[in-house]
């Protein structure tokens, strides 16, 4: 079973081939053209992937020493994601399957965040929570089974990884600012200074507040003064980065106090976070849990987590035809 995936859901094309359970390639082409605009500008992202998806897509095959016409199925992400860049993605597949007559799958790409714990080794076990945490999503997942998910806790506004990059705007920080966060949080103090959690009800999350009481707090620190932010950097992106993982950590417990599950995993983009990786493994440690974190490869946006998913799907002959369409808010 040879599986060619591809994603393009936002501003990263990828492609991966997996063959018989191994991952052969899994190349992905960033878009640098955001940075000066602080933010993915749909427009530029599909083109973009127009671009890359041909080398791209080329590259993953020779990588993987494989040719065209040794593929099994052709996998892509339905959603959810921009639209534009999603049709790139899904045309390309569509056009590829049509040509070399064989089977194509859609994949959601917030489930396949998820099954990208099945890659490598040591793979969750069922059932178990995933907190998916990324650039437009933090939802805690019920996993009964590799295609059985629920989501049973979400943001009811900003996704954590926007929470992230929004913050590292206000103190300067060129886009996307979550890794620079991460970076200079390691030099600084967590306890310096303070920002309200706010109310969050049930399983669900919410950013906004946080989002606020750090404009505010940069703005009334800079009257006093100016240099504020240039003389505290560390202190005050370990202090924001150790609010973000506390209110992370507080619902992802609950969960696992009202479900009973002991095996907890995190994926998507912010699960890259170093401080929230440690902070996870000694929570787990001190609340006898089984922790999975992905590779660093697998946690932000890329096609080889396409494919783990398009493999669950194969093997139950769950293809798709071509008529289909991208779904930006595709749910599960
Ligand atoms: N080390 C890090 N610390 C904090 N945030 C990080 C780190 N590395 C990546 N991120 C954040 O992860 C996000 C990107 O993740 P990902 O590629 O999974 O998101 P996305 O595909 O844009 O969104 P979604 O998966 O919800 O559609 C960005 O917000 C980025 O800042
Ligand atoms: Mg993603």
Redesign the pocket.
Known sequence: MNILAIES????TSAAVLANGHMLSNVIATQLIHEQYGG?VPELASRAHQQHILPVVERALADANLPKNALSAIAFTRG??LLGSLLVGASFAKALALGLNIPLIEVN??QA?VLAHFIEDPKPVFPFLCLT?????TQLVRVDSPLTMTIIGQTMDD?V??A??KS?KLLGLPY????L??KYAKEGDPLKFRFPMGEMPNLDFSFSGIKTAILYFLRDNKKINPDFVSQNLPDICASI?HTLIQMLLTKLKRAARETGIRDIAIA???S???G?RTALTQLGAAQGWSIYIPSFDY???NAAMIAMAAQFKYEQGDFTDQTISPLPRMSF
């Open positions: 859901s936002c501003d990263e993915v959810p994601g790409h917030m965040h945490v990324s650039g437009g999503h996704a990884g926007e992230f990059d590292a996307p600012g979550g890794p966060i991460d980065q998507g983009g912010v890259a976070n170093s929230l946690c932000t946006d």
